[in-house]
């Protein structure tokens, strides 16, 4: 139900600002929120966060307009789960969203970048297995949407009330969280801009990697087309994999680069290089080199990000176990077998149990992983009643070729947000905000400023 928890706002601990190339004022904001909004004396997390404004130097500082030192927010919430924000000259819509008027703040979520991360030695400190498995199911959407209202009243303290909402944007996870957002304290919201972002509306993932592993497998078919060469070259290299085991060969991470790890290159679809530099190498040399094994170690960010890991699957859950549920639905797809007398595919964005045994840092969380994986009272994430009677708007760019958020799924959900007006196309990838950045801005502005008759 919406607004049935009362949010207090965050306590401001630091805030720093610096002009920087671009003529950007960047502040560096350091807050404090409870750690369990459900049990506020049991402790706190250190949030930060980066906004941005533009760099001004009127000829009479005295005269600077008064408006301008109170523009309107937006909050632009990172894919994931489990990465942190770049600075803001990093992101190529900082300006633009600048140029329309308002002031960026670019939040590290908790448990990643600055707010309080979490890593296996970090949640080595916390207890026992169980109790960092508990401790990790407060960093989903529910928790941070709650973060996000109280930074909010903390950055709009001396604004007319009027003025006290926000604009949110969501990339991907960032998405989701802002239909979590919307669910839960819509109070907070003047608008919210969604980029690959509509989350599936279940209580449960294994319909959501059903029809992620068709989308994977028309990718795969698409590339291979692209590069047909690969078809020889991936199937030796991962018969070489095979035949050495699944330990032998080692990264600079200490990570194993098993048959079945060189498998999920897939998850960015950038693998010909890799697959041409280690192709090569096998045949000029016999062996990878640490520059190749460098960046097949780097190409997947889940030793520096374990949240990406460990919560991945329960971002989907309501009251239900994951269980694994990428790793069982894999059996209803046997394209994706190695030992296959056709193209070998990679794999997508899917979290298998053996991960924790071929990823360095990941191995640390074996048994606290299998815990995760097995728990099933995670709250509620999405209430549909609320979305039926949104009131603020909502502008979704979506993708048909997205093949982390199921097209279909997306556009259920669209229909289920009252007022929610879609940009769709199938000409753009999942990643259309970062690669065509213009395109994208563009549609979702004309959803905002222009009108249909």
């Given at each position: 139900m919406a607004g049935s928890m009362a949010i207090k706002a965050a306590k401001i601990v630091e805030q720093k600002t610096q002009i920087v190339p671009g003529k950007l004022k960047i502040t560096e904001h350091f807050f404090d929120v409870p750690k369990d909004y459900s049990k506020p004396s049991a402790g706190t997390l250190r949030l930060f966060a980066r906004s941005a404004r533009k760099a001004e130097n009127p000829a009479d500082p005295e005269e600077e307009d008064e408006k301008k030192k109170q523009l309107p927010w937006l909050l632009y919430l990172q894919g994931g789960p489990g990465f942190e924000c770049r600075s803001p000259q990093a992101y190529p819509w900082t300006n633009t969203m600048l140029d329309k008027g308002y002031q960026m703040l670019y939040l590290d979520q908790r448990g990643t970048g600055l707010s309080t991360p979490i890593s296996a030695s970090t949640l080595g400190l916390r207890g026992d297995n169980p109790v960092q498995a508990n401790y990790l199911k407060l960093f989903r959407a529910d928790s941070i949407v709650k973060d996000c209202e109280a930074i909010r009243k903390a950055l709009t303290a001396g604004y007319p009330k009027a003025k006290q909402k926000w604009s949110i944007m969501g990339q991907s996870f960032g998405g989701f969280c802002s239909i979590t957002y919307l669910s839960f304290f819509p109070e907070g919201l003047k608008e919210a801009f969604l980029?690959?972002?509509?989350?599936?509306?279940?209580?449960?993932?294994?319909?959501?990697?059903?029809?992620?592993?068709?989308?994977?497998?028309?990718?795969?078919?698409?590339?291979?087309?692209?590069?047909?060469?690969?078809?020889?070259?991936?199937?030796?290299?991962?018969?070489?994999?095979?035949?050495?085991?699944?330990?032998?060969?080692?990264?600079?991470?200490?990570?194993?680069?098993?048959?079945?790890?060189?498998?999920?290159?897939?998850?960015?679809?950038?693998?010909?290089?890799?697959?041409?530099?280690?192709?090569?190498?096998?045949?000029?040399?016999?062996?990878?080199?640490?520059?190749?094994?460098?960046?097949?170690?780097?190409?997947?960010?889940?030793?520096?990000?374990?949240?990406?890991?460990?919560?991945?699957?329960?971002?989907?859950?309501?009251?239900?176990?994951?269980?694994?549920?990428?790793?069982?639905?894999?059996?209803?797809?046997?394209?994706?077998?190695?030992?296959?007398?056709?193209?070998?595919?990679?794999?997508?964005?899917?979290?298998?149990?053996?991960?924790?045994?071929?990823?360095?840092?990941?191995?640390?969380?074996?048994?606290?992983?299998?815990?995760?994986?097995?728990?099933?009272?995670?709250?509620?994430?999405?209430?549909?009643?609320?979305?039926?009677?949104?009131?603020?708007?909502?502008?979704?760019?979506?993708?048909?070729?997205?093949?982390?958020?199921?097209?279909?799924?997306?556009?259920?959900?669209?229909?289920?947000?009252?007022?929610?007006?879609?940009?769709?196309?199938?000409?753009?990838?999942?990643?259309?905000?970062?690669?065509?950045?213009?395109?994208?801005?563009?549609?979702?502005?004309?959803?905002?400023?222009?009108?249909?008759?």
């Open positions: 980029c690959g972002g509509l989350q599936p509306l279940v209580k449960g993932p294994d319909e959501v990697y059903r029809r992620l592993y068709k989308k994977v497998i028309q990718r795969n078919e698409s590339y291979y087309q692209k590069y047909p060469e690969d078809v020889e070259r991936v199937k030796s290299i991962v018969k070489l994999l095979q035949r050495f085991g699944n330990s032998t060969v080692r990264l600079p991470s200490e990570g194993s680069l098993s048959a079945r790890r060189f498998q999920q290159l897939g998850l960015m679809f950038g693998a010909h290089e890799i697959v041409l530099r280690v192709s090569t190498e096998l045949e000029l040399f016999g062996h990878i080199t640490r520059q190749t094994l460098a960046s097949i170690d780097g190409a997947i960010g889940f030793d520096s990000n374990i949240l990406y890991a460990m919560l991945h699957e329960p971002i989907y859950c309501q009251g239900t176990a994951p269980n694994w549920s990428a790793h069982r639905i894999r059996e209803e797809f046997p394209q994706f077998d190695l030992d296959t007398d056709g193209p070998v595919f990679f794999t997508g964005e899917m979290i298998y149990p053996w991960m924790f045994d071929d990823y360095s840092e990941l191995r640390k969380l074996k048994d606290q992983a299998e815990l995760v994986a097995q728990t099933s009272d995670w709250p509620a994430l999405f209430d549909e009643e609320q979305l039926a009677k949104n009131e603020v708007p909502v502008y979704a760019a979506t993708y048909m070729e997205d093949m982390y958020v199921d097209f279909n799924f997306a556009q259920e959900t669209a229909a289920k947000i009252k007022g929610c007006k879609t940009f769709v196309t199938n000409a753009l990838y999942h990643d259309a905000v970062r690669s065509k950045v213009d395109e994208v801005m563009k549609q979702l502005f004309a959803l905002r400023d222009d009108t249909i008759d």
